[in-house]
């Protein structure tokens, strides 16, 4: 499967959406033509579905600057066994929060499933897909924004052998989250790395050198300004605005 910047659009809408309480996220969904909708909520995650007759969406909330049981959540970096290999712990265990209803609200439906979400929603996104390739029923694809790396390299190589051609992990520019957990802590992404460089251009499956050194030249030339952190370009709006550019 190719990237499909029209996909891509709607699914960075449908990402934007897991931040409003259900009734919003129904209404937002209703406008984008997706009349089937389910709302999945627990103490850290917050999720949902919505389907027109030949596609299902799923979409998760990321993390919540007001929400303390979230941050925690995010800093459980101590990896875990889990499906197709180890992960972080505390994006797991968040996952496991709405995974049976999520499950049960999925079981049977033969249409497509396009699994999206920005931030910790995009770490949520990757696990989700490896527990449904773990069943037999893996998604049709994968489009993530400003995600973090969600496991070690046992897992990576084992989801990409499974999804990988069908997994889109977008990064704008310098966006911080997207580094972490560390390399160096074992942490690996999988899935295509679709890359907005500084000036905005976009590269479809940007490889590692190319934005390793796009970022380590933006860190330098900010060096001493809270530019060099990259909080600006994680936020959601500023994906929209990447997206809506294609």
């Keep these: 499967m190719s990237f ?17 309480d259900g009734p919003a996220a129904q209404a937002g969904t209703t406008d984008e033509g997706l009349d089937e909708f389910r709302f999945f909520t627990a103490s850290s995650t917050q999720a949902f579905t919505a389907a027109d007759p030949t596609t299902r969406f799923l979409a998760f909330r990321g993390t919540e600057s007001t929400n303390p049981v979230d941050w925690a959540r995010d800093a459980q970096f101590k990896p875990r066994p889990a499906a197709l290999g180890k992960v972080h712990s505390g994006f ?8 049976p209803d999520v499950v049960t609200e999925l079981a049977g439906d033969a249409r497509p499933l396009i699994i999206t979400g920005h931030s910790l929603g995009g770490g949520l996104s990757i696990m989700a897909a490896a527990r449904l390739v773990e069943a037999g029923t893996p998604p049709a694809a ?18 990409d052998a499974a999804l990988r051609e069908v997994t889109f992990r977008i990064i704008n520019h310098i966006d911080l989250v997207t580094r972490v957990p560390l390399l160096a802590q074992g942490y690996r992404a999988p899935g295509r790395r679709m890359y907005f460089d500084a000036s905005q251009t976009f590269h479809a499956d940007a490889g590692a050198w190319h934005v390793a ?7 330098l030339r900010h060096f001493g300004s809270i530019k060099s952190l990259g909080l600006s370009t994680h936020e959601i709006s500023a994906y929209i605005k990447r997206i809506d550019s294609l």
């Design 213 to 219: 050194k796009d970022d380590v030249a933006y860190r």
């Design 142 to 159: 994968v489009y993530v924004f400003g995600c973090p790396r969600t496991g070690l390299g046992d897992f990576r190589d084992a989801y």
């Design 92 to 99: 797991d265990a968040a996952l496991d929060e709405v995974w």
């Design 4 to 20: 499909d910047p029209t996909l891509a659009k709607l699914t960075v809408t449908l990402s934007r959406l897991a931040y409003r």
